[in-house]
């Protein structure tokens, strides 16, 4: 618990009813770890204008700011203080996770310039039922559970709030329709919430979860509706959103249709998490305009990964150069990457990068389990930046050369299985990544054993089942120096060699790890 308090002026020495009343808080005060011993061993002298974290008026003796950090503390149970209701001019109170039950009091209604309530983690904290908090911006009640929403209306007539938290409280009962009215909200986070509905100002369980008076939060800038058991469609009035900057809604939820053509509005979205839904039909082409997107997850980031989202992924996909993060996989996504893959380097050439606010680069492509065609164009060999590169279960074809790899020089995660590729490069190719995991099941990579698959000391996981290699497995593959693997894969192939090499290769199968 923390605060900061002003008090009326209007006497010569040290308050007795002030020194009385911060004496009360100490007595208050059982912590776990001792930390607040050191400036509460000091409220022990007449004077309290000396004691640490409390300061006072010069002429008149009255407190004037009062300190405390208490926030993560114990207080057994007991209900919240009410002397605390006499600090008319607080404007911060922090009751978070400090041990308080029973109801919030009535006396807090006094503290009408208080501008923060943070109250999260109390559990069995009630909340009174007529607070007028006309000056509060900022309020968490985030992890009282069993906390039921329409017991506490007051919460929604809060209209100059700009932050509420909800998180993990367990709403029961209906959110009211008048939630629609927090028109300064710029973070609403409702995330793991409910065990009832959401309404239509909302959202709705049945009717849709997105209604159009979600349009009215036009100052909204973060909005989590995360691990909930939502469905329904997207309202168009999402549009309106065009300051938001954050919107996660993933984890249990079952948002369907096709992603609107007005989430283009969204100009200034920087994390876009979608992924679990039952999102489908095409990607709008004004997903382009998201030129602040550093995650997508439909996928930090772009995630739409594990929908049914079909057609071809629309122009400008190559310009959301401040993405890092860009997972659709496991959709229906057809037709070719050359746009997006032709773009994203661009982005690196921008001589004016560091003043647009770009990102350091992409690091994550994965757009496994689609439905693509086409090649795989040269220009994927630019993006120095990529740790995690997934092509697999596609149906891309052509030939990889070292071009494909040429600045590659981050990459620690490579998948090019189940396509019709062939990989040409020369026999001491030494590429300058250092994998963990490279699958290229049924990729055409022989006829000969990979010597550059040497280099690659720090190999966990390799499938080159069915790769078209034949000949002897090198001795070199067995040198200390070499990777120990968590998983090998050679199956498929018309490998030979030795019986000391395939006793070795039994014994590393089969050895501990």
């Known amino acids: 618990m923390s605060f900061h308090v002003v008090m009326d002026p209007g006497a010569k020495d040290c308050i007795e009813t002030e020194r009385t009343t911060l004496l009360s808080i100490k007595a208050s005060i059982w912590n776990n770890n001792n930390n607040n011993q050191n400036f509460l061993s000091s409220w022990i002298s007449h004077d309290c204008c000396y004691w640490k974290r409390v300061s006072c008026n010069h002429e008149t003796s009255?407190?004037?700011?009062?300190?405390?950090?208490?926030?993560?503390?114990?207080?057994?149970?007991?209900?919240?203080?009410?002397?605390?209701?006499?600090?008319?001019?607080?404007?911060?109170?922090?009751?978070?996770?400090?041990?308080?039950?029973?109801?919030?009091?009535?006396?807090?209604?006094?503290?009408?310039?208080?501008?923060?309530?943070?109250?999260?983690?109390?559990?069995?904290?009630?909340?009174?039922?007529?607070?007028?908090?006309?000056?509060?911006?900022?309020?968490?009640?985030?992890?009282?559970?069993?906390?039921?929403?329409?017991?506490?209306?007051?919460?929604?007539?809060?209209?100059?709030?700009?932050?509420?938290?909800?998180?993990?409280?367990?709403?029961?009962?209906?959110?009211?329709?008048?939630?629609?009215?927090?028109?300064?909200?710029?973070?609403?986070?409702?995330?793991?919430?409910?065990?009832?509905?959401?309404?239509?100002?909302?959202?709705?369980?049945?009717?849709?979860?997105?209604?159009?008076?979600?349009?009215?939060?036009?100052?909204?800038?973060?909005?989590?509706?995360?691990?909930?058991?939502?469905?329904?469609?997207?309202?168009?009035?999402?549009?309106?959103?065009?300051?938001?900057?954050?919107?996660?809604?993933?984890?249990?939820?079952?948002?369907?249709?096709?992603?609107?053509?007005?989430?283009?509005?969204?100009?200034?979205?920087?994390?876009?998490?979608?992924?679990?839904?039952?999102?489908?039909?095409?990607?709008?082409?004004?997903?382009?305009?998201?030129?602040?997107?550093?995650?997508?997850r439909i996928l930090t980031m772009l995630d739409l990964s594990n929908n049914n989202i079909n057609g071809t992924m629309p122009k400008g996909m190559g310009n959301l150069c401040k993405l890092d993060t860009f997972d659709l996989t496991s959709n229906s996504i057809s037709g070719g990457i050359d746009d997006l893959v032709n773009g994203l380097p661009k982005c690196m050439e921008n001589k004016n990068g560091s003043d647009l606010g770009i990102s350091n680069g992409l690091n994550t492509l994965s757009l496994g389990n689609n439905k693509l065609k086409g090649t795989v164009p040269e220009s994927i060999g630019q993006l120095s930046h990529l740790i995690k590169l997934n092509l697999s279960s596609n149906s891309l074809s052509g030939t990889l050369t070292e071009s494909h790899f040429l600045?590659?020089?981050?990459?620690?995660?490579?998948?090019?299985?189940?396509?019709s590729l062939h990989l040409n490069v020369s026999e001491n190719w030494m590429p300058h990544f250092d994998c963990q995991f490279i699958r290229m099941c049924s990729c055409n990579v022989g006829p000969v054993f990979l010597t550059w698959v040497e280099t690659q000391t720090q190999m966990k996981d390799h499938c080159l089942s069915d790769a078209g290699i034949s000949g002897n497995i090198p001795a070199w593959f067995w040198n200390p120096g070499s990777s120990s693997y968590y998983s090998l894969n050679l199956s498929n192939n018309n490998l030979g060699g030795s019986c000391v090499t395939l006793a070795k290769l039994a014994c590393l199968l089969q050895s501990p790890k």
């Open 62 to 296: 009255h407190i004037t700011k009062l300190h405390l950090d208490l926030s993560m503390n114990n207080f057994i149970d007991s209900p919240i203080p009410e002397f605390i209701g006499s600090f008319a001019n607080l404007e911060y109170l922090n009751l978070s996770h400090v041990g308080f039950s029973g109801i919030i009091l009535y006396t807090l209604g006094n503290l009408s310039c208080l501008a923060s309530l943070q109250a999260g983690g109390n559990h069995d904290t009630t909340l009174f039922h007529h607070l007028n908090f006309t000056s509060l911006h900022v309020l968490d009640l985030s992890q009282n559970y069993d906390l039921n929403i329409t017991h506490h209306l007051w919460l929604l007539h809060l209209t100059s709030l700009v932050h509420l938290d909800l998180f993990d409280c367990v709403l029961y009962g209906k959110l009211p329709v008048t939630i629609g009215n927090l028109s300064n909200l710029r973070v609403l986070s409702l995330s793991d919430s409910f065990d009832g509905e959401i309404p239509k100002s909302l959202g709705n369980l049945v009717q849709g979860w997105m209604p159009t008076s979600i349009g009215d939060l036009r100052n909204l800038q973060y909005l989590d509706l995360s691990t909930n058991m939502l469905s329904g469609t997207i309202s168009e009035s999402f549009g309106n959103l065009t300051l938001l900057q954050q919107f996660y809604v993933f984890g249990g939820s079952h948002l369907s249709e096709k992603l609107l053509e007005t989430i283009g509005n969204l100009v200034h979205l920087q994390f876009l998490y979608l992924f679990e839904n039952a999102i489908s039909g095409k990607l709008p082409k004004s997903l382009g305009n998201l030129s602040q997107l550093q995650q997508l």
């Open 407 to 419: 600045n590659l020089v981050s990459l620690e995660s490579l998948d090019f299985s189940y396509n």
